[in-house]
């Protein structure tokens, strides 16, 4: 199974961006889909959940601000970002459960800057 993050950039506070993460390879069905986050200096981060019957969680710093979501035709995985603020600059990446195994995206770079 691998994984492709994409959708990362550069982006003034209050700005948005979306987040994807496109599974591909010997998948029968996928079970949780989550993100997570790595800002410089500081440990891995979970972000959000959705589990396979659409269920969500998120931490308490992006409520009301992320949304995720997922595409299970397409086996991909999406974070729609808003409200972006400074401390929200990272490194963010999927991650999914494919019965009993997980597997990482590769990671890709959100920078909130004015």
């Known amino acids: 199974v691998q994984l492709q993050a994409s959708g990362g950039g550069l982006v003034q506070p209050g700005g948005s961006l979306r987040l994807s993460c496109a599974a591909s390879g010997s998948i029968l069905s996928i079970n949780d889909m989550r993100w997570y986050r790595q800002a410089p200096g500081k440990q891995r981060e979970w972000v959000a959940t959705i589990w396979s019957v659409g269920t969500t969680s998120y931490v308490d710093s992006v409520k009301g601000r992320f949304t995720i979501s997922r595409d299970n035709a397409n086996n991909t995985v999406y974070l729609q970002m808003n409200i972006l603020k400074f401390e929200d600059t990272a490194v963010y990446y999927c991650?999914?459960?494919?019965?009993?195994?997980?597997?990482w995206g590769q990671g890709t770079q959100v920078t909130v800057s004015s």
């Open positions: 991650n999914i459960r494919v019965g009993p195994s997980w597997y």
